[in-house]
């Protein structure tokens, strides 16, 4: 038995892991770092486990941030300067942007404090510490499944960590609830703006370069953190001063080469690294590619409505940004994982997996956990497609169904807020909320989307009502498109939620009879007439079939540990702060063809005036370049744009420092190459490359193109 496991492992390593590459797999919890020391000194760092990560004195740890719940971000000075990608700070930047402020098109910089510009709601937040809390939350436990023991011990230790501090404090499960983790967190409240370059810039390449090699994006923007006096967080107030961190990142102003060690501090989002075969194939040949076409309808629409206008170019750039990039990771995704033979390989693993677990006879039942993983996902992957399908066309679909959602509130509540005398206020609310919605609509872009995706959503899911039922349409079917678009002029010609006008005239006189017309709005009852079998049925029986498989997935991966102790074990991704390390390093991702491991302002130049509007710049760039002003910033005659690392990266990532021998700042990790995102399910370390844009090219464009040299003097730049 073990001859034959040790076969097919053998296999899977010579097909999966280079002996030539440094790329290390995995995503490790910074408060063991000091179990991959000395590896990591192996491969050329120069910082002890303690410099990366310490509770008891201040380590590179305390200069990384999470960026508004989502990215990352880094501390540069010692007054709250802080970097994270431009993307990271899109919709702060657009939020700020109009027609006559257009900082999307021509940048921003802040020259003095008081000119930097504050972003309600946006947060960044640092780790304090990180605490294996394993034995306490399972205690009393029957199970590794007892929820509701757990989540009473969460709540207990949660409650008692933060006690005589102004933390917070989150137990994640890690390893599908074979871990757990305490997170203590900082949280700071008011962080501003202080500057972006243009998004001929922050942007260059858009959608065309986007989770591309070779790449030419300046992708960062630029903010502070301010706290109290105290130098605590504090709520946004003038009085507020820049806050002073415990440490900050000094800059790797030294030449680069490939090979040089590099590191990724930050905050990864999702991996899923355990999924079995079933439900891999269930991803690349069913899920994604009907997610792709949902978002190919409505980026069509989209795109075309930005070509056309200024207006609804400012009003949908993020918009459209978000829901093309995913759609293109998946994309990718898909050709990698077919490409690489995911789905075989998944199967070798669970045959090897399988054959290990009847090596002993306490193994045994991990042979049935992967059977039944994989039986269930053939039963009920149908529910989860629903649930995928409902997730685009409500959240990313008509965006007129968000007001429609705004409203459920006061329609629940009316009889209470009337009662309380409430009333008033909560429309003023609702209306200062659709000032902001409308800001970013376009009536005609959303009845398009309506109708494209309407027609592919029922059409998916399978779904008939009283007039449709009776007719065996498909998407071609003309009678039923136009049965939609006769939907969608009425909805979008008389429906309250898809003007200003009426909906605010609406809300002006708001009484117990409007109810009643809402009954009679057919951009209501459609949306709830599919909203609510949702939300009421799919999401329900969802969230039951995660519930399975979690349990079984505990199972699995507990075999993992237990059969291959000398494994490498890292758990996925789930936006707690982790750490990747591995080189400065190009790719030879297909036969062929080779990927050099940095580009440069030249290529930047050359990628210009194609045609393509994504390579657009504004005169000052070719003016700089045709000058050759590099200021200090360049290496021999190049400035350095962007250059890849093996780092083992993922969503989330975006915007974490890449680090060098000494810990200092080499660049912004922002993207990952079209070969390499199906990382997430599946790590190739001969492909797989994160995309970095270089700390010199970020500063040249503060001091040299946008004459914000101010901020650059605020950092520590490192010569040795
Ligand atoms: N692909 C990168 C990430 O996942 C960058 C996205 C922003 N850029 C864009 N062109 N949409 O976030
Ligand atoms: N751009 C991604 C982000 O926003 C990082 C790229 C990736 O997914 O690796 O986090």
């Known amino acids: 038995m073990k001859s034959l496991f040790l076969r097919a492992a053998l296999l899977l390593v010579f097909v999966v892991k280079s002996l030539f590459s440094f790329a290390e797999e995995g995503m490790l919890i910074p408060s063991l770092i000091a179990a991959f020391e000395s590896d990591m000194k192996a491969k050329g760092m120069k910082l002890s486990a303690a410099d990366i990560y310490s509770v008891n004195s201040t380590s590179i740890k305390d200069a990384i941030l999470q960026f508004g719940g989502g990215c990352t971000a880094e501390l540069v000075s010692n007054q709250g300067l802080l970097l994270t990608n431009h993307h990271c700070g899109y919709s702060q930047i657009q939020s700020h942007s109009s027609l006559e402020h257009d900082y999307l098109k021509n940048g921003f910089w802040a020259k003095t404090k008081a000119d930097e510009l504050t972003n309600p709601g946006l947060t960044a937040m640092r780790i304090v510490r990180i605490d294996d809390v394993t034995k306490d939350v399972l205690m009393g436990a029957n199970s590794k499944s007892d929820q509701a023991v757990i989540a009473a011990n969460i709540k207990k230790l949660c409650a008692a960590a933060v006690v005589g501090t102004h933390y917070e404090a989150e137990i994640k499960a890690f390893n599908y609830g074979n871990d757990y983790y305490l997170m203590l967190k900082e949280v700071f409240l008011d962080v501003r703006f202080v500057g972006t370059p243009p998004n001929s810039i922050g942007k260059f390449g858009g959608d065309t370069d986007n989770w591309v090699w070779p790449r030419h994006t300046g992708d960062f923007s630029v903010f502070r953190i301010y706290a109290g006096k105290d130098n605590k967080p504090a709520a946004y107030s003038p009085d507020n001063v820049p806050y002073t961190p415990l440490h900050y990142l000094p800059i790797s102003f030294q030449n680069r080469q490939e090979g040089d060690f590099t590191m990724v501090y930050g905050f990864p989002g999702q991996t899923e690294q355990h999924v079995v075969s079933s439900y891999l194939k269930f991803i690349i040949e069913k899920e994604r590619p009907a997610r792709i076409h949902m978002r190919d309808l409505s980026l069509a629409v989209i795109d075309e409505g930005m070509k056309k206008s200024d207006l609804t170019r400012i009003q949908y750039s993020a918009k459209q940004a978000s829901i093309a990039n995913a759609w293109k990771k998946w994309i990718g995704q898909i050709e990698g994982l077919k490409n690489l033979q995911a789905i075989q390989l998944k199967q070798a693993e669970e045959k090897a997996y399988k054959e290990m677990a009847l090596s002993q006879p306490e193994w045994k039942k991990y042979v049935e956990v992967v059977n039944q993983l994989n039986a269930l996902v053939e039963k009920d992957q149908s529910i989860e497609f629903k649930y995928a399908l409902g997730a685009e066309y409500f959240s990313y679909g008509p965006e007129y169904f968000k007001m429609v959602r705004a409203m459920e509130d006061l329609v629940t509540n009316y009889a209470k807020y009337v009662e309380k005398g409430e009333l008033a206020k909560v429309l003023e609310k609702m209306k200062a909320n659709a000032e902001g919605f409308f800001k970013n609509y376009n009536s005609e872009v959303d009845q398009a989307i309506f109708i494209d995706q309407t027609k592919a959503y029922l059409d998916y899911t399978e779904q008939w009502n009283e007039i449709t039922k009776d007719v065996k349409y498909s998407v071609a079917n003309e009678w039923f498109l136009n049965y939609v678009k006769g939907m969608a002029t009425e909805i979008y010609t008389n429906s309250i939620f898809t003007n200003q006008e009426r909906y605010l005239a609406f809300l002006s006189s708001f009484t117990e009879k409007s109810m009643k017309k809402l009954n009679k709005d057919l951009g209501y009852t459609h949306f709830y007439q599919y909203f609510q079998p949702f939300r009421n049925e799919t999401v329900p029986a969802y969230r039951s079939f995660q519930t399975s498989i979690t349990n079984l997935m505990q199972a699995y991966v507990e075999g993992k540990y237990v059969m291959f102790p000398d494994a490498k074990h890292w758990p996925d991704a789930n936006s707690t702060l982790r750490i990747t390390y591995g080189q400065l390093e190009g790719s030879a991702p297909t036969d062929g063809m080779r990927y050099t491991e940095h580009t440069t302002l030249d290529g930047l130049i050359a990628k210009y005036n194609t045609g393509n509007p994504d390579f657009d710049l504004l005169p000052r760039m070719l003016e700089l370049h045709a000058a050759k002003n590099y200021g200090p910033y360049a290496q021999g005659d190049e400035l350095w744009v962007c250059f890849t690392g093996s780092n083992h990266t993922t969503g989330g990532n975006s915007g974490s ?39 010199r090219y970020v500063l040249w464009v503060m001091d040299i193109y946008s004459d914000a040299k101010h901020l650059v003097d605020e950092m520590t730049l490192m010569k040795e």
């Open 657 to 695: 420092p890449v680090l060098d021998k000494n810990g200092y700042l080499m660049g912004l990790n922002f993207d990952r190459s079209w070969e390499s995102t199906m990382s997430d399910y599946l790590f190739d370390p001969n492909r797989c490359r994160n995309i970095v844009v270089d700390i």
